[in-house]
């Protein structure tokens, strides 16, 4: 990929955004998205290392704290009889264990830590990328497979911190772990909406709702 091509949206409307740390970033003047430059990543090693260290104890009330937006708002839509996926669900899959603790059926999808691809040969009633899009190397293909693994009318929650124009991007403590590598802004929410034909798109804060 060529490093002044954005991976969401794939245009070339892109221009340097940012140099610190000896990384560079991007800004896509299209879909407002900005990524690291490609020569920037960990390595798929280094990467998986870097989740064992994240501290998501499934057990943690912090951690569940942190979640509890997500939970609620698919308690709020949602019951046991629907089909749900975590989608990047990691090593310590907080939201699933909280969920089946109200016996709701969830599946997990993880490309280091549950790999099964059977799971992506279903669709379901809702996922969930809980702080996980930030880490998508190819945007473009990913929000195209989320969409996909949707049923009619089915949600799509988000977690991730949205960029602000008012944020000092240099002392943004977001970019500093090394596998956040994408990072979105509320009008790149809307963009996704539209480009991959979702009805409706909701932004409250860190949570994000796209609708099918």
């Known amino acids: ?24 970033y991007y800004l896509c003047g299209n879909c407002f998205g900005i990524h690291l430059r490609e ?19 499934i057990n943690d009330e912090g951690y569940r704290a942190f979640v509890s937006p997500i939970v609620n708002s698919i308690l709020a839509r949602h ?9 990047g669900a990691g090593p310590g899959p907080v939201i699933a264990a909280m969920l089946r603790e ?44 989320l969409k996909n693994l949707l049923n009619a009318g089915g949600i799509l929650y988000c977690m991730t911190h949205l960029y602000q124009e008012n944020l000092r991007f ?24 539209d480009r991959f034909g979702f009805a409706r798109v909701e932004v409250d804060n860190r949570l994000i709702l796209f609708q099918k």
């Open 39 to 57: 020569r920037d990543r960990l390595s798929p090693a280094e990467e998986k290392e870097r989740y064992l260290h994240h501290h998501n104890d």
């Open 170 to 193: 240099e002392s943004w403590y977001y970019k500093e772990d090394p596998t956040h590598v994408f990072f979105y802004q509320d009008r790149t929410m809307r963009w996704i909406k």
């Open 1 to 24: 990929m060529n490093e002044d091509i954005c991976p969401l949206c794939k245009s070339t409307a892109t221009r340097l955004f940012n140099t610190t740390k000896n990384r560079v």
């Open 102 to 145: 109200r016996e709701f059926n969830i599946q997990l999808y993880d490309p280091f830590f549950h790999d099964d691809a059977e799971t992506l040969n279903h669709t379901y009633d809702y996922i969930v990328c809980c702080e996980v899009i930030e880490h998508f190397y190819d945007p473009h293909k990913e929000f195209q497979t």
């Open 79 to 87: 019951g046991p009889a629907d089909r749900g996926l975590d989608f």
